[in-house]
Structure formats: structure tokens, C-alpha cells
């Protein structure tokens, strides 16, 4: 979501209602409260007219909620805490609104990745990858970025060499985290790590961090990096996708972004995009190519990443068929 989305979002939940706006939190990612509750405690000097505009969009009647003049920490800690409890809500509002703290892994969810490096940082690398198969694979590959590269590079190869977690190493994360396991259910082995978690993780660190981290895992174990290289999904291999794939891909980037992507892509992946899209849209973006001034190489690898974001996106959710086999649809 961009920032006028947020923006939007933020909007419009502090027009609906307490109520309504915590049910529609209940089903957001902990990424996603977190992104939309700073919004919304950052909004100031919104428009009637903006207000409507929102509202219109949604849908939603715009004389029935016009008022922002409320105070807008109470109503956000309101909200929270019916979508998501005292605790997840107090927590989650202090990292907003600034102070406290929290532990498990659970709540390592909510936190920022410089946070969750800090509080991990001087534990053993086996008890790092351990709770890091637990997260999100982008909040996992931040807090890898966060860590010393040694660390990192030892932390990584855990990962790609960990398939499973034994109840003791349960216990020891128990131990170190205060928290991880809550009521007195027998604990089961789990598969949360491997080869494929480990390219995940992977997939969204920026390019230089991600050659030092497959060097190192190369020192160790050739035949292991390639592995976590065969299971990668990069930006190149958006020339893998089949041309329905690609318009549905499209029909999902915008198209600024995808200006500043291709400037570090072959021809060949160019001349793919042309061809899948209308006659005028491709004279329009090869336009757009030869009038875009110089990019710096990471405002282009930042594009590349965000549209990955996507890709995997709708891989999970089966409109995009990686290697042609929708039950292979994964990145």
C-alpha cells in the first residue's frame, strides 16, 4: 500500500466508527495495523471535501461521518484495543505513540526490525534463526540487514540447514524470549526451516547484502547456495511468467514504478512487458524510458523489490503461475 493509500485508509477508519474500524483491523497483518495506526495518529488539518472523497470511494455515505475533530491518540487506543486487546493494543500503541516494550514472538511481530536485531543480537545464531522462520520472511530479512554480517551470514546458513524445531529448542526460546508458547499443549515438531524459507528470506534483501550472505553460504556449502539460488524468485525471472501472468502483473503495478524497475532490466524483459500491453500503453512507457533522467541504482532495486512484493503476492493467492504450474505458484 503507498502512502495515499495509508492515508486514505487512515481516513477512513477515523470516520466509520470505533467499532467498525476494529473489525476491519481484526483482519489486518500486525505490518498493517502498525502502518495504518501511525496514519492515523499523524493526521492533522484534514478536508471536508477530502473526507468525502475518501468516503465516496469506500462507498460509505459521507454526511453520516465528517468530523475529524476528535482526539484522535484516545480514539485510535479505542479502537485498538477492541480489535486486538489490552495487551497487543498497549503494546502496539507505544510503538506508535512512542515508549514501552514487549516480548515473545508474537509480539516481535509488531516490532521494528532495528528493535527485534537489538533484543536478539547477542544470542547464539541457532537461537536467532530460530525465531526469525517464525516471522513474516520481509520482517525476517530486516532484521537480518540490522544484524553484524558475520552473525547474518551464520544466522542465514542455520536457516537454509534447519528443518524442524525440537521441543527443547522450544523451551529455549521460551527461556530467552520470556514468552514464545502460551498454555500447557504438548508441544510438536514443526517444519519451519529449509532451503525455501532461507531463499525467502532472501528474496527481500537488497542485491548487496544478498551477495554477501550467499559468498558466505558459498564458502560453506556450494552445493547448499545453489540451492537457496534455484529456489530465489528475482527480478529476471519475471521472464519465466506466462504472458497471462504478466497482464495480470501489470494490471497491479503502477506505472511509475515500473519506469524505474526496467531501467536496470534486459531487453528481453523489457520487450516481454511491451508485448503485453496495448500498442499505444507500450509507446507510452518506452516514452516514459527514454525521457526518465538517471536513477540511482537503489531507487531501482527498491522498485524491482516492491514488485517481487506483488508477484509473490498474487503467487499466494493463485492468479500468478510460477514455472507455468499453478501448484508450484509459490516465490
Known amino acids: 500500500m503507498d502512502d495515499a493509500g495509508l492515508q486514505n485508509s487512515a481516513i477512513l477508519l477515523l470516520s466509520v466508527g470505533e467499532e467498525e474500524a476494529a473489525q476491519v483491523m481484526r483482519h489486518l497483518s500486525p505490518k498493517e495495523v502498525q502502518r495504518i495506526g501511525t496514519a492515523m495518529s499523524q493526521l492533522a488539518g484534514v478536508t471536508r471535501d477530502r473526507i468525502e472523497d475518501v468516503l465516496l470511494r469506500f462507498e460509505v455515505e459521507s454526511e453520516r461521518h465528517t468530523s475529524l475533530g476528535m482526539d484522535t491518540d484516545g480514539y485510535l487506543r479505542a479502537v485498538l484495543t477492541r480489535a486486538l486487546g489490552d495487551d497487543r493494543a498497549a503494546f502496539l ?84 524470549l520470556e514468552k514464545l508458547l502460551s498454555g500447557g499443549a504438548p508441544v510438536r515438531k514443526r517444519p519451519l526451516g529449509g532451503v525455501r524459507t532461507a531463499a525467502e528470506i532472501m528474496n527481500f534483501m537488497n542485491a548487496s547484502v544478498e551477495t554477501a550472505v550467499l559468498d558466505a553460504v558459498r564458502e560453506h556449502d556450494a552445493d547448499l547456495a545453489q540451492q537457496i539460488m534455484d529456489e530465489m524468485f528475482v527480478f529476471e525471472n519475471l521472464l519465466d511468467l506466462d504472458d497471462r501472468s504478466i497482464q495480470a502483473l501489470l494490471r497491479e503495478v503502477q506505472s511509475e514504478s ?21 500498442q499505444r500503453a507500450a509507446e507510452m512507457l518506452r516514452d516514459d524510458l527514454e525521457a526518465k533522467g538517471p536513477v540511482r541504482v537503489s531507487e531501482v532495486e527498491a522498485e524491482q523489490k516492491e514488485i517481487l512484493k506483488i508477484v509473490r503476492r498474487m503467487a499466494e493467492e493463485g492468479t500468478v503461475a510460477i514455472g507455468g504450474k499453478a501448484d508450484n505458484a509459490y516465490v
Open 258 to 278: 515500473l519506469i524505474v524497475a526496467l531501467r536496470g532490466a534486459p531487453e528481453s524483459l523489457r520487450d516481454k512487458i511491451f508485448r503485453n500491453m496495448s
Open 93 to 176: 500503541l507505544d510503538r506508535i505513540l512512542q515508549g514501552g516494550e514487549s516480548s515473545g514472538i508474537e509480539s516481535l511481530k509488531w516490532m521494528d526490525a532495528a528493535s527485534v536485531a537489538e533484543l536478539l543480537g547477542s544470542e547464539h545464531p541457532q537461537i536467532i534463526a530460530s525465531v526469525l522462520v517464525h516471522l513474516e520472511r520481509d520482517q525476517a530479512s530486516e532484521v537480518l540487514a540490522e544484524l553484524q554480517e558475520r552473525t547474518r551470514n551464520d544466522v542465514l546458513l542455520r536457516i537454509a540447514t534447519l528443518d524442524s524445531i525440537q521441543p527443547t529448542a522450544l523451551r529455549e526460546l521460551n527461556d530467552v
